[in-house]
Nanobody
């Protein structure tokens, strides 16, 4: 079992940066593949990144590639999402997710791949 708590959301202007954090409970954080997702009103939940146990492997969809960076600090049980050059279309509730399977076992861009979810943090980007 792992519990996830996101923080760092807020209201920013287009072009600004924001860093989200997700702290996980439990002693086996380093064995969880971690992902970040977002969901805008009326839209499906979509991946914005995933990271392997050691951080050696990452995944980004084209919509955020080059702007968002996912990283993790296993000593702090924390995964981060650095978001740069934010756009109004990045407005959504952002969720972190965890799954106790290794990187090579899946493709990680589907929400169905993850068992554990945080409660979400709102990110609003104004024009």
């Amino acid at each position: 079992q792992v519990q996830l708590v996101e923080s760092g959301g807020g209201l920013v202007q287009a072009g600004d940066s924001l860093r989200l954090s997700c702290v996980a409970s439990g002693r086996t954080f380093s064995t969880y593949t971690m992902g970040w997702f977002r969901q805008a009103p009326g839209k499906e939940r979509e991946s914005v990144g995933a990271i392997s146990w050691t951080g050696d492997f990452t995944y980004y969809p084209d919509s955020v590639k080059g702007r968002f960076t996912i990283s993790r600090d296993n000593a702090k049980n924390t995964v981060y999402l650095q978001m740069n050059s934010l756009k109004p279309e990045d407005t959504a509730v952002y969720y972190c997710a965890a799954e106790a399977r290794p990187w090579y076992s899946s493709r990680w861009w589907g929400s169905h791949e993850y068992t554990y979810w945080g409660q979400g943090t709102q990110v609003t980007v104004s024009f």
